[in-house]
């Protein structure tokens, strides 16, 4: 993969880099994305009967069920040379932001400390009801299990559609996109709003736009850089070619 010279010249110097990434950056992994034709989750379930609350409360046993399958698929699979790579550019650049539109945790499993989860965690639950976090339940037998606080229904700990993101996330997200003078898009469609923005802010404040995908997205036209490859191809391409000039020293840092 040639990275352009003049991308590489700009990370060289960078020192504030932004990267969101999106369901492409597992799809190595072995996660199925979610609009990719073939293997994608979505190609075999409508989304807007699993993923919104309305869904979940129609037939909160299906939804229940379809995320413990995909909790059990992300137990089983590992972190590519993609997510190492991000959690590599966290060691070299003073300040970079990961934030992900991902529930896997695979960033962090990849070694990435500070990552922003703005759509949740699928490891976790929650109560549909009263919203506590649940980390043990006794099991009766119901599915979706009941919370221990106030009986109601026990739903993952993600964001569906029509539902607000964790306004602390958002806002250092839009932050970061508004900050960096780099802005990586990774392995996502740039469909779902209001992750789909941070690319837009990021360019509105004069950073430069680097994509990473295989297909055109609607970020493509506006990017300053589009990478046409998969994410575990190209992230370890670009953190090859280039080595900043404001390092990071000490346990972790990248080798000379
Ligand atoms: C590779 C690769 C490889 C493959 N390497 N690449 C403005 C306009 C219109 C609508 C809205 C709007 N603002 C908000 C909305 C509504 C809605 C929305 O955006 N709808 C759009 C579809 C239009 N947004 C919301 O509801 C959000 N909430 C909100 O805005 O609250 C305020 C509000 C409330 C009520 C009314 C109005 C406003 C919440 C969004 C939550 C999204 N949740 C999900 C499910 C999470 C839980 C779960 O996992 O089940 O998050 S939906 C799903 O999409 C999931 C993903 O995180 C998200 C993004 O998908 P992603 O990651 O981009 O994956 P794919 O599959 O789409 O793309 C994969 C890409 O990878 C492809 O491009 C491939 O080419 C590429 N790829 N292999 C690199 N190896
Ligand atoms: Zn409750």
């Given at each position: 993969m040639d990275i352009p010279a003049t991308l590489i010249q700009v990370l060289r110097g960078a020192r504030r880099v932004a990267a969101l990434t999106g369901a492409g950056v597992s799809a190595e992994s072995g996660v199925p994305t979610f609009?990719?034709?073939?293997?994608?989750l979505w190609a075999r379930y409508d989304p807007h009967e699993l993923a919104t609350p309305e869904a979940f409360q129609r037939n909160p046993r299906l939804v229940w069920e379809w995320y413990a399958w995909r909790r059990e698929k992300v137990a089983g699979v590992e972190p590519n040379p993609g997510h190492y790579a991000l959690a590599e550019m966290e060691r070299r650049f003073p300040e970079f932001t990961l934030i992900t539109q991902n529930v896997d945790g695979l960033h962090r499993r990849a070694g990435s400390r500070r990552v922003l989860e703005l759509h949740g965690d699928i490891t976790r639950s929650k109560c549909f009801v009263c919203g506590s976090s649940a980390e043990a339940w006794t099991e009766k037998g119901e599915i979706p299990p009941r919370c221990p606080a106030c009986g109601g229904r026990l739903r993952p700990g993600v964001v569906w559609f029509g539902e607000m993101l964790p306004e602390r996330l958002l806002a250092a997200a839009m932050d970061a996109a508004a900050r960096c003078e780099v802005f990586f898009s990774i392995g996502t469609s740039s469909l779902v709003y209001p992750a789909a923005a941070l690319p837009e802010v990021a360019l509105r404040a004069g950073a430069t736009v680097v994509e990473v995908n295989p297909s055109e997205t609607p970020l493509t036209p506006h990017a300053t850089y589009s990478l046409r490859g998969l994410a575990g191809v190209v992230l370890p391409a670009l953190l090859a070619s280039f080595r900043p000039e404001t390092a990071r020293s000490g346990a972790g840092a990248a080798p000379d």
């Open positions: 609009r990719d034709a073939q293997t994608g």
